[in-house]
């Protein structure tokens, strides 16, 4: 029988090495997974190369796995944000490099890498400085700059569902970078909410075929769900909305 | 001191050329303003590039859903006929040439169609560049949505741009504060100059040599 | 309102003109878009280049487009085939044009139409007859090809199920070309079993989103199913299975 | 004359070589027959190109489903746990390097690992490849299953395909009736030789200098 499910975030992430080049998905705190990168700040690797649309925000996920000096280069489209304070400092103390990559770029070639396209011409960046020193190419009137695959030895990625087979369905915009870096990483770790009964999932929405999929780990329901459906009672971080309230009412008991 | 329209007039002029049945990117910043004056009788349909067609309005503030996110990361809805997809799906959708319009903020826009919008290209700052340069060149027309000068009193329409180029020759029209332009093979065209600005003092402004129409 | 409905298949291709480039999508019977290639063999347009999978089976479908002599040339992997015989016969007479394109990189190719991209490195075909004369490259190690987008003027393509705004979902491996067909023509064309209202397909299983759709024409639900489900009695051609004693029966009577 | 096994027991040979959990494609022809030898208990994950993972076998007469095919365009059924995807992404699935194992045909297999299998070049044969050069570098091991010899008399296995060819290097091991081939950087090996096969009698039926293991 085939089971990829492990019992722990722990386990799904103990075996990545110093050195790893690791992809993290997630746009924002949709499709962040947030228990596994916790679970690598545990497990403590380092000299990594992170891929990820960001650079991490505020002080948790990816942010603490920078601040733990784990990180040695990051691939990413948009480091700098209002609350990327600690890829900042680490990036104007020179301690941790950045290759900037236009997001659709970035999207492509990990796209490339996990369909096996050698490189690929792009029309995105033509004549800019994210260009600079790669190879140009006019086809049929348009000029395209030369991109190659982004591969990682490691994915972490985040998803709704999956059954033993490693079958993925996302939900909403959470679905963003799943399903490309599950395609282009040595091994692909995905947490999920829940784990169903093989054959749980309808064939025809199948988001990530389970080939893709080595191991999977259940981390629990979003604090913004209730039995599958939306409850909302959260900010944008997905913090619960009556935190404060919660705590001056212990405060007033 | 020549009329000046607000942002929120500038939005809804820019909302009034958008035709129904359109596919349309609204850029990070004031191009989201724009949603705001899409006619509710006409069918619009909005993209956002971390995956989604079909994005409706912000939800109710108890109702915000982590999962359902605009590309400056804003909580979204999805409305009825929308659909879900994956990065690659999202950028290769723009970079096919799919969407009717993105509407996207500028530093600056040259003559010759040229777009500077993701950095200013300071020493030391931090490069980020996110979806500009795919939403810059992904969509059959790229419409800036800007003031016409910064607040230095500089023209934001220049003969060729100084700060780094965000894409070449991908703008189709500015919208400004002081005028709409057409980027033409002649320059810019004015297409329309609010109030009492004309071509003439538009020129003075900018110090380009301006198209009539 | 958005409606991206049309009334009839007729109308659907009537303006498909002579000398176009026509995607039609399908493998095998499943995804074949039946009704539209009949129309577009009773619209009568000529000097057409058709992007198919193969090149025609028995006397019906692109079968009878070629027999009707409305194709000067075909794209596809696997045109000879044992009931290819009328563009066997054509290509013997030099009366059809031929490029033989390896089913993945078809695929790839018309996917690289609809994405933007110029034009990819594929190992797909290097070292072969079919890769001669193309642009060669080793990356890391391995060898590639380049190769160039298809795109088309038209597509036709069969889907199981659209709403006005041309949003598609498929059935099994009807899939097929479906997807990447809609994405690199300048008009696509969908035949679905059924339009269902805005919003009754689920925005998570939308396979093909509206933004790659032009038209939509129902054409009424395949033989094999009743409301929805399936119901079999057909064979893999999907001709009732019972037809020769049905007409036996009438025979009889 | 030499010990030949059957199709079926060559099918059997294979299908006891696939491990629990891989992810199969069977080419068109005699490999679908490894399917039938496929343990019942183990979990293996058949892939076919035209867009499913966790394809099953044929269904009753009665229940031929025409949208559920496989590559050959004959009726299969799908598993629980199947997927379904379009064709793109399909075949990045082989090109990507995901499926474990191939078993493809072949007319002949050079000693480097090269395939012939999609024509034979004859003149005035119409061409035709399908999803075969894809399929040649489509796994992370390529097997051929095909008799040594042709019915001719020639070997299969060559020092350098005359065929044309289908893909470079991309052969792993080939399965024939007389006996299992390593494609290793010195030639051909045996891995098995069947009944009264010996590293002799076939070098001497190939004419080719073989290894022994």
């Given at each position: 029988m085939i089971d990829k499910t492990v019992p722990s975030v722990e386990q799904a992430v103990g075996d990545i090495p110093d050195g790893a080049t690791v992809m993290i998905g997630g746009f924002g705190r949709a499709?962040?997974?947030?228990?596994?990168?916790?679970?690598?700040?545990?497990?403590?690797?380092?000299?990594?190369?992170?891929?990820?649309?960001?650079?991490?925000?505020?002080?948790?996920?990816?942010?603490?796995?920078?601040?733990?000096?784990q990180v040695r280069k990051i691939v990413c489209s948009f480091p700098r944000q209002s609350d990327s304070w600690v890829f900042d400092g680490?990036?104007?103390?020179?301690?941790?490099?950045?290759?900037?990559?236009?997001?659709?770029?970035?999207?492509?070639?990990?796209?490339?890498?996990?369909?096996?396209?050698?490189?690929?011409?792009?029309?995105?960046?033509?004549g800019t400085q994210l260009a600079e020193g790669k190879e140009e190419r006019e086809i049929d009137g348009r000029?395209?700059?030369?991109?190659?695959?982004?591969?990682?030895?490691?994915?972490?990625?985040?998803?709704?569902?999956?059954?033993?087979?490693?079958?993925?369905?996302?939900?909403?915009?959470?679905?963003n970078f799943g399903p490309i870096m599950a395609s282009a990483a040595t091994t692909t770790i995905a947490q999920v909410d829940e784990v169903v009964p093989l054959g749980a999932i309808e064939?025809?929405?199948?988001?990530?075929?389970?080939?893709?999929?080595?191991?999977?780990?259940?981390?629990?329901?979003?604090?913004?769900?209730?039995?599958?459906?939306?409850?909302g009672g959260v900010?944008?971080?997905?913090r619960p909305l009556d935190a404060n309230t919660d705590e001056e009412k212990e405060d007033a008991a | 001191m020549s009329t000046r329209i607000s942002r929120d007039d500038l939005a809804k002029r820019i909302a009034a050329d958008i035709p129904e049945g359109a596919y349309v990117n609204l850029g990070i910043g004031a191009p989201t303003l724009v949603a705001n004056f899409l006619p509710d009788d006409l069918e619009i349909i909005l993209h956002t590039e971390n995956g989604l067609l079909g994005m409706g309005p912000a939800p109710e503030p108890g109702l915000i859903d982590p999962d359902l996110i605009n590309a400056g990361k804003q909580p979204v809805t999805a409305l009825?006929?929308?659909?879900?997809?994956h990065h690659a799906d999202s950028f290769g959708m723009m970079r096919g040439g799919?969407?009717?319009?993105?509407?996207?903020?500028?530093?600056?826009?040259?003559?010759?169609?040229?777009?500077?919008?993701?950095?200013?290209?300071?020493?030391?700052?931090?490069?980020?560049?996110?979806?500009?340069?795919?939403?810059?060149?992904?969509?059959?027309?790229?419409?800036?949505m800007t003031d016409l000068l910064t607040k230095q009193g500089e023209s934001k329409l220049v003969e060729s741009c100084t700060y780094?180029?965000?894409?070449?020759?991908?703008?189709?029209?500015v919208y400004t504060d002081h005028a709409i332009f057409d980027v033409t093979p002649d320059g810019f065209a004015v297409r329309e100059a609010f109030g009492d600005n004309t071509i003439e003092s538009l020129a003075e402004l900018t110090g380009l040599t301006l198209v009539g129409r």
């Open positions: 499709g962040q997974p947030v228990e596994l990168i916790d679970a690598l700040i545990a497990h403590g690797a380092k000299d990594l190369t992170i891929v990820n649309n960001n650079a991490g925000n505020g002080d948790t996920g990816l942010a603490a796995l920078l601040a733990n000096k680490l990036y104007r103390a020179g301690e941790i490099e950045l290759e900037l990559v236009p997001q659709g770029n970035l999207a492509e070639r990990i796209r490339a890498a996990g369909a096996g396209i050698g490189a690929f011409f792009t029309p995105t960046g033509v000029r395209y700059v030369l991109e190659y695959p982004i591969r990682a030895d490691f994915a972490l990625i985040s998803a709704l569902r999956a059954d033993r087979w490693g079958n993925l369905v996302y939900r909403e915009t959470a679905r064939p025809e929405t199948v988001v990530t075929p389970g080939i893709f999929v080595d191991r999977v780990v259940a981390v629990g329901q979003r604090l913004w769900l209730r039995d599958g459906q939306f409850v900010d944008i971080e997905g | 009825a006929g929308a659909a879900y997809f799919h969407l009717d319009v993105c509407v996207l903020g500028a530093f600056q826009v040259s003559q010759d169609g040229d777009l500077a919008n993701w950095s200013t290209g300071a020493p030391g700052a931090i490069p980020a560049v996110g979806g500009a340069m795919d939403l810059a060149i992904g969509a059959k027309d790229v419409y800036v780094p180029l965000t894409g070449v020759g991908c703008v189709s029209r």
